[in-house]
C-alpha cells in the first residue's frame, strides 16, 4: 500500500522561504512520476511541479524561478523549496505520485498525501 506524508508546511512572510518534503512508502515499480500539488481555499487543485525518477523536471509558469523540486529515489522522497514567497501561493499543497511520466491533471495520478497548509502573509 502507498502512503505518502507531506511535511514543512507553515506560516511565512512575503519574501520568505519554506521547504516542503514528501516521503513516500510502498512505491515498488520503477518509473513513477512525483509532482507537487496545491488548491487554495474554494478553487481548483493545480499543478504545482513534478520530478521524474531519471529526473527530468516540471514546474509551473507561476513557480518557475522561485521553486525548486527535488528527488532522492534511494530514500523515495521528494522535496519542493519555495523561494520569494508570495500571498497567492498560500494554499494547500499536496504530494502525488503516477505510475508513468509527467501529467499536471490530478485525476491522472494514482496516490496523494493528506496535504500541507502554506499560509503567507502579506
Known amino acids: 500500500q502507498v502512503q505518502l506524508v507531506e511535511s514543512g508546511g507553515g506560516l511565512v512572510q512575503t519574501g520568505g522561504s519554506l521547504r516542503l518534503t514528501c516521503a513516500a512508502s510502498?512505491?515498488?515499480?520503477?518509473?513513477?512520476?512525483m509532482a507537487w500539488f496545491r488548491q487554495a481555499s474554494g478553487k481548483e487543485r493545480v499543478f504545482v511541479s513534478g520530478?521524474?525518477?531519471?529526473?527530468?523536471?516540471s514546474y509551473a509558469d507561476s513557480v518557475k524561478g522561485r521553486f525548486t523540486i527535488s528527488r532522492d529515489n534511494a530514500k523515495n522522497t521528494v522535496d519542493l523549496q519555495m523561494n520569494s514567497l508570495k500571498p497567492e501561493d498560500t494554499a494547500v499543497y499536496y504530494c502525488?505520485?503516477?505510475?508513468?511520466?509527467?501529467?499536471?491533471?490530478?485525476?491522472?495520478?494514482?496516490?496523494w498525501g493528506q496535504g500541507t497548509q502554506v499560509t503567507v502573509s502579506s
Open positions: 510502498g512505491l515498488t515499480a520503477s518509473g513513477h512520476y
Open positions: 502525488a505520485v503516477r505510475n508513468g511520466y509527467y501529467s499536471s491533471v490530478p485525476a491522472r495520478y494514482d496516490h
Open positions: 520530478i521524474w525518477s531519471g529526473g527530468s523536471k
